[in-house]
């Protein structure tokens, strides 16, 4: 069993950088790939980052370009999100989460196709 935690939200002015953070206890991440997703009120939930355990291959959402990249701390269990360049459309509430991890069978997707573990989420408020 896997609890994910995440942290480092908050409210931020246009243009400012965040890290979030997810904390995993329980098991270490090492045979899940680790995914961030974000909802905004009124929108679906998206896909912005994943991180493969196998192989350290990355994933970033199209539209969020170079502004957001994600790593991993193993020793500290702990999966990040750094957010740059903030705009108000990135305000909403994020979510990581943790799936078997597809490059262990050689796919060439990094991310997961489904999920076995959910944080609870961090809001983060992008505005002036």
């Known amino acids: 069993q896997v609890q994910l935690v995440e942290s480092g939200g908050g409210l931020v002015q246009p243009g400012g950088s965040l890290t979030l953070s997810c904390a995993a206890s329980?098991?270490?991440?090492?045979?899940?790939?680790i995914s961030w997703f974000r909802q905004a009120p009124g929108k679906e939930r998206e896909g912005v980052s994943c991180l493969s355990a196998t192989d350290g291959s990355t994933f970033i959402l199209y539209s969020v370009g170079d502004r957001f990249s994600i790593s991993k701390d193993p020793d500290k269990n702990i999966v990040y999100l750094r957010m740059n360049k903030l705009k108000a459309e990135d305000t909403a509430k994020y979510y990581c989460?943790?799936?078997?991890?597809?490059?262990?069978?050689?796919?060439?997707?990094?991310?997961?196709?489904?999920?076995?573990?959910w944080g609870q989420g961090t809001q983060v408020t992008v505005s002036s």
């Open positions: 329980g098991s270490t991440l090492d045979s899940y790939a």
């Open positions: 989460a943790a799936g078997p991890d597809p490059r262990r069978w050689g796919s060439a997707s990094v991310c997961p196709r489904e999920y076995t573990y």
